[in-house]
């Protein structure tokens, strides 16, 4: 009976029948392929087997077979394309799992934003990375816009992409901002209330576009209804929609542009047959996808594990507006545009003729020349409009052009109604219940009963000095005096009042600002 | 080695190294979910110790302490001790503060001592029932209101310094005094004025200055003002009742009096 079994038959069966079965998973690949895949090898088989699955597999014949070798210099690219993607990716995954903690309502939202960072393993990590994900790709996306226009990559027969590339911009924005709004507290709020708001200047609809938007006059439960929807749905679909358009003319049409300078004609041969040379997507371009892939997940992991903290103010409160309200940063350009002019002007119609333009850009500029020093024009005007943008940002800052009273500018400063603040920041021991009169106590030695005496308090209290005094000295604060009131106010709990008074320059009354921030011993994180 | 190579090689030691970051976040998480469940509590009395300033304060006093005739305290260890037993209450002390900040209270429990400010006694809190507040913003008054049992039973004791507020002696004006004790005196928990205290039990005080001059004929502002400190029912303004504290001058000096008139005569 033994003598029936065939050994090496058998084996040779379970190895056709395996190997079968890898090259179904693999489209195509032996293991033998698979092997010297990873080895770098030069291809098994005839024809060459790396090329088959971009027939017989649907994830692969989106990608591209090959791309030229100049196009790939780092230098040319910087990856800045693949790591919009990859955030966008990152976003997704960590988008789905932050959906089964959410609740999008105005009485749960803020408690689900809680309990995702009290409540939840690896909550706070999620929520981080989701945030530091959508920065990033605001970023990423905005550059890779700068590079294309900078390397003329927008021009012939890419201009359609161009155009995709400006819608799916336009989302991201969108989507950041929807996501600002989810977790319900002061800082989203108000932001999202100011960005809205602008939506009712537009002409014609502005009311009805406003109205739908909000789900009411106010922005409530509809509207953060509303505006989770949009952030989950509608964007994200419109994301996916314009990416493929976009992903697939680069991939499978007009593949990545040539560094200008190869567009020569007198460059000798050689140096074009190099640079034209093929990058095939099996085994190069993918393993270089997944190792930037891995540097990716690396430091933004790194960040958030231990640098980055995903902002989180008090619940949302319709009844009181913070006396700094700031747009996300990627928007301050658009505050500081409406601090120059009306509504509709600066935050309806010049942001889409802006925009209108960033469109029509490969349609207005008919230069065919790629190289820099052949299209000075072009290049100058992108990099004024990049200086510009910039500067506006800055414009758009609550420090710039608001005129704030002194006293309140100064206390605002020390301790922020939303956000830290350097009182906030101070070690709770380190608050000696005292009254702390600016000009008469000595900011050395505050506090003789501490062992290691209050460093940080003291230097707190030096720079509430200091700033009280400059303004009485630029006049604004004329006769100031100013104390800083630290009180015990329950176990645990502590009181401390800023306060300013000073003459009032018409009248000669004596005014008075004063706020009462209340610390408890628990406040202190990281500390 | 080739690119392809080293970067496989890269690759691994990256993925291997944000394998052990994720190791290290996993194993802190407990500790850091408990850190900020401290956290999130204390941010909760930190947001109830400014409502109460805003809300409570005008009729239970600065610190919880009640103003005789008016408010009960809520910082002394009765409260935390025998009160939820005195009034009956079925559940813990938590629930008391939710359920009676949130819909108010009709009628005094204990109208000699603590007789409030009128009818209600005590108003609504909570948007459910026409009050001003939210339901997470009672919650937060209920955990700074907890948080004086350390001290209410006698656990903790405080470092007491001169009251933050600016003491009387160092107020040179007499109106700045006498605004002074309109806040400090729980005038402020029945009488509005107008960017000042918003009570609605007694009379708006908004103009008090100009119309008292013109109420009783043959009084100046200033006497009808003192007359109706220290008698409040001498001339009862019509429609309001008979509420106000009968002995309250006898609570403040006779300089204190002078403050608070001429602050109020201020009121035009």
Request: aromatic share 10%; hydrophobic share 45%.
């Amino acid at each position: 009976m033994l003598k029936s079994l065939n050994f090496s038959e058998l084996f040779k069966n379970a190895k056709t029948a395996i190997d079968n079965r890898v090259r179904i998973i693999t489209a195509g690949l032996s293991i033998i392929e698979l092997r010297a895949l990873l080895r770098g090898d030069p291809p098994t088989e005839k024809p060459n087997p790396r090329y088959k699955v971009h027939v017989t597999s649907f994830m692969f014949h989106i990608r591209p077979k090959f791309y030229q070798q100049a196009s790939t210099i780092f230098t040319h690219t910087w990856r800045l394309g693949f790591f919009t993607v990859f955030f966008l990716a990152l976003e997704i995954v960590t988008g789905l799992i932050l959906m089964i903690f959410y609740t999008p309502t105005p009485a749960e939202a803020y408690n689900s934003i809680l309990s995702l960072t009290s409540n939840i393993p690896f909550g706070k990590l999620m929520r981080d990375l989701h945030r530091l994900g959508a920065e990033g790709m605001v970023i990423f996306s905005v550059l890779h816009m700068l590079r294309t226009f900078l390397t003329g990559s927008y021009k012939k027969e890419r201009s359609f992409t161009w155009l995709t590339g400006v819608v799916l911009l336009l989302v991201t924005l969108g989507l950041s901002f929807t996501g600002y709004l989810l977790p319900w507290d002061q800082l989203a709020y108000w932001a999202v209330t100011i960005g809205t708001s602008m939506a009712e200047a537009a002409p014609l609809f502005g009311n009805e576009i406003n109205l739908l938007l909000r789900g009411a006059p106010d922005i409530g439960a509809g509207g953060l209804l509303r505006f989770y929807l949009l952030h989950i749905v509608l964007l994200p679909g419109i994301v996916v929609w314009m990416l493929s358009i976009h992903y697939y003319k680069v991939a499978r049409e007009h593949s990545i542009s040539l560094p200008a300078k190869y567009d020569r004609e007198d460059l000798p041969k050689e140096i074009t047959k190099k640079a034209k040379q093929r990058l095939d997507l099996l085994p190069d371009l993918l393993t270089h996808e997944v190792f930037l892939t891995t540097v990716g997940l690396f430091i933004t992991i790194l960040l958030t594990a231990f640098f980055y903290e995903a902002p989180l103010e008090n619940i949302a409160n319709p009844q009181q507006t913070p006396l700094d309200t700031k747009a996300p940063w990627y928007f301050w350009w658009l505050q500081g545009m409406l601090k120059m002019g009306d509504k509709t002007l600066m935050g309806i119609i010049l942001p889409t003729i802006i925009f209108g333009i960033l469109f029509a850009v490969p349609y207005i500029d008919r230069n065919p020349h790629r190289e820099a020093h052949k299209r000075p024009l072009a290049i100058a005007i992108g990099l004024l409009a990049t200086l510009t943008l910039v500067v506006l940002s800055y414009m758009g800052l609550p420090e710039y052009g608001i005129e704030t009273p002194a006293a309140a500018r100064i206390i605002q400063d020390l301790a922020p109604e939303e956000g830290l603040g350097e009182l906030r920041a101070i070690p709770y021991d380190q608050l000696q219940p005292g009254v702390y009169e600016v000009n008469v106590t000595d900011a050395e030695n505050m506090c003789p009963d501490l062992l290691w005496g209050c460093p940080i308090l003291e230097s707190v209290f030096v720079e509430y000095s200091d700033r009280v005094n400059e303004a009485a000295e630029e006049g604004k604060l004329p006769d100031a005096e100013a104390v800083l009131v630290i009180e015990e106010w329950q176990a645990d709990l502590t009181k401390v009042t800023p306060r300013i008074i000073w003459s009032d320059g018409e009248s000669g009354d004596r005014k008075s600002y004063e706020q009462h921030i209340f610390l408890h011993r628990d406040h202190d994180r990281d500390h | 080695m080739s690119r392809v190579q080293l970067e496989i090689f890269l690759g691994s030691i990256l993925i291997a190294v944000t394998g052990f970051i994720l190791l290290y976040v996993g194993f802190n998480e407990e500790k850091r979910m408990e850190e900020f469940v401290r956290y999130q509590a204390a941010q909760k009395i930190e947001v109830g110790a400014q409502l109460f300033e805003i809300n409570c304060r005008g009729c239970h006093g600065l610190r919880g302490e009640g103003i005789p005739g008016l408010a009960p305290p809520l910082n002394d260890a009765h409260f935390f001790q025998a009160r939820i037993a005195e009034v009956g209450w079925q559940g813990g002390l938590e629930d008391y503060i939710i359920a009676t900040v949130s819909t108010g209270r009709q009628v005094s429990t204990r109208p000699d001592l603590y007789p409030g400010a009128g009818s209600p006694a005590m108003p609504t809190w909570s948007d459910e029932f026409g009050g001003p507040l939210r339901k997470d913003q009672i919650e937060t008054l209920a955990a700074f209101i907890l948080n004086w049992e350390a001290t209410a039973t006698g656990d903790v004791e405080l470092v007491q310094i001169p009251s933050s507020e600016p003491s009387a002696e160092e107020l040179a004006d007499p109106v700045a005094r006498g605004l002074l004790l309109y806040n400090q005196s729980g005038c402020a928990g029945c009488h509005a004025i107008e960017g000042i205290s918003v009570g609605a039990v007694g009379p708006n005080l908004t103009t008090v200055g100009d119309t008292a001059a013109t109420r009783i004929e043959g009084y100046s502002a200033e006497e009808y003002l003192r007359e109706s400190i220290v008698n409040p029912l001498a001339y009862l303004v019509e429609g309001y009742d008979d509420l106000m504290l009968k002995n309250f001058a006898d609570t403040v000096s006779d300089a204190e009096l002078d403050d608070l008139v001429a602050f109020l005569l201020a009121q035009r």
